[in-house]
T-cell receptor, first 114, second 112 residues
Framework: KAGVTQTPRYLIKTRGQQVTLSCSPISGHRSVSWYQQTPGQGLQFLFEYFSETQRNKGNFPGRFSGRQFSNSRSEMNVSTLELGDSALYLC?????????????FGDGTRLSIL | GDSVTQMEGPVTLSEEAFLTINCTYTATGYPSLFWYVQYPGEGLQLLLK?????DKGSNKGFEATYRKETTSFHLEKGSVQVSDSAVYFC???????????FGKGTLLTVNP
């Protein structure tokens, strides 16, 4: 069974630009979550999508947005990039129904802002 | 809100030594508890989980027991190997809430 696939693996952008990251979940998984990992703040939850609807949201500004498609693939968009947005962005998927289902992570997209 | 506190390390051990990484949590209700491991340049891999009090999660020689009375979920391994060198994260979710709350991570280095 293929794991969670994130593309691209690396991105370099400049301040003020926008960026779109992509995540393909494990086949059959309908929940996709996004996390930001930085050395200072650690792992922080961005949002979770289930059946094309945002179901949970973390404490990030509106510049961070996402969506999910009917095939459960998800994209995350960051507009007006800031230096502080440099991070590893991780996507995780799970079945999405039933309690206590573990999340399975991709290898992440490393975003660097110049 | 929910929170996880784990020893930040770094932890440096010799091969075959005993490992303990402490993890305590604060949560409303009855959370599920997880340990994830991150190898350099990779994402997080689920190491083990426990979903209710007194459950013991185990995998690859690692163990952790869900202790509700002490709100703890300490990770242990009897004999570490060089290949166990990685960052270990303790995490929780609150039932059907799919948001994972993570500790800061503990860097483990095992020397031959």
């Amino acid at each position: 069974k293929a794991g969670v696939t994130q593309t691209p693996r690396y991105l370099i952008k400049t301040r003020g630009q926008q960026v779109t990251l992509s995540c393909s979940p494990i086949s059959g998984h309908r929940s996709v979550s996004w996390y930001q990992q930085t050395p200072g703040q650690g792992l922080q939850f961005l949002f979770e999508y289930f059946s094309e609807t945002q179901r949970n949201k973390g404490n990030f500004p509106g510049r961070f947005s996402g969506r999910q498609f009917s095939n459960s693939r998800s994209e995350m968009n960051v507009s007006t990039l800031e230096l502080g947005d440099s991070a590893l962005y991780l996507c995780a998927s799970s079945p999405g129904t039933g309690d206590n289902q573990p999340q399975h992570f991709g290898d992440g997209t490393r975003l660097s802002i110049l | 809100g929910d929170s996880v506190t784990q020893m930040e390390g770094p932890v440096t051990l010799s091969e075959e030594a005993f490992l303990t990484i402490n993890c305590t949590y604060t949560a409303t209700g009855y959370p599920s508890l997880f340990w994830y491991v991150q190898y350099p340049g990779e994402g997080l891999q689920l190491l083990l989980k426990a979903t209710k009090a007194d459950d013991k999660g185990s995998n690859k020689g690692f163990e952790a027991t869900y202790r509700k009375e002490t709100t703890s979920f300490h990770l242990e391994k009897g004999s570490v190997q060089v290949s166990d060198s990685a960052v270990y994260f303790c995490a929780l979710t609150g039932g059907s809430n799919y948001k994972l709350t993570f500790g800061k991570g503990t860097l483990l280095t095992v020397n031959p």
